[in-house]
């Protein structure tokens, strides 16, 4: 096998760890594809992907196509002469692309593959109550995520653990198992594993503003599930009725309270310094949360600001 040659795919922080960990074990980058820049914030200013700013810091050449069909790219992407491409945290690729290198495209998958197949891997485990996730790398061929299976790294899963910090856990994780890949690609040791096909595999669908909105029907668990695994990204919702004023309130942080009431589903009890909201089977603290139009605080801190009325109830 002659020297691995990797063209690495990827655009947010967590693709920066996997590209990083090869970059440190002195690996040949001959180029990196990145998502264009976006413009962002209340300037519009066009932002760089964390990718590349760390491919700028490390002199590696950058292609940012909107259109990964395009003749242009695909032929800039030959001259680049790399025989492994690796991707996280990317987009889908189309044959010609995958297809392209001589050692094949590998993928990193943040779930224990068939398992969370999709966009949300990490929000999916939590919100539906696993106790166990963890990476996957595998080979691309035409479906999403059902390529050959070449390593997998299992994680707990916390009960207090949010979809941010299993994000962090997780991106390290999975760093590793892309440079053990890429160390077994180079070593002509890789077993493929073919994915089973069972039609028992949960899904990870792209996670929408309707999928954040909170039941307060819901039983306590789910809720307390539904909310850290969509926090803080893109967060729980839910609307605070206060007398006739209602806001849209984003909630980040609770903690359950398993206790029998005759409350309604929704009701908030409130004193000095804490918020409850009743459900079927206790009560969810609020911690911090964010107002519309404030920034993210502690309850506390909102219950100094806001007057509320004995009838407030989320819904």
Known sequence: MGKLRIVFMGTPDFAVASLSKLVERNYTIVGVITAPDRPAGR????????????????????????????????TELRSLNANLQVVVAFRMLPKEVWNMAEYGTFNLHASLLPQYRGAA????????????????????????????????????????????TLHDKLMLLGADLVLKTVQQIEGHSVKRQKQSSSQNLKKAPKIHKETCRINWNSPIQEIYNHIRGLSPYPAAWSTLTNDTETILV??????????????????????????????PDGFI???????????????????????????????
Do not use: C
């Open 43 to 74: 300037g519009r200013k066009l932002q760089e992907s964390a990718v590349k700013k760390y491919a700028k810091q490390h002199n590696i050449r950058i292609l940012q196509p909107t259109n990964l069909k395009s003749q242009s790219f695909l």
């Open 121 to 164: 891997p990490i929000n999916w485990a939590i919100i539906n109550g696993e106790t166990e996730t963890g990476v996957s790398t595998f080979f691309l061929d035409e479906k999403i995520d059902t390529g050959e299976i070449i390593l997998q790294e299992k994680v707990a899963i916390k009960e207090t653990d949010t979809a941010g």
């Open 250 to 279: 984003k909630i980040y942080t609770v903690a359950m309270e398993r206790k029998d009431h005759s409350l309604k589903n929704g009701q908030i009890l409130f004193d000095k310094k804490e918020i409850r909201v009743a459900v």
């Open 285 to 315: 603290q609020l911690l911090e949360m964010q107002l519309s139009g404030k920034r993210k605080m502690k309850s506390q801190e909102i219950l100094n600001g806001l007057k509320l009325s004995k009838t407030a109830h989320m819904a």
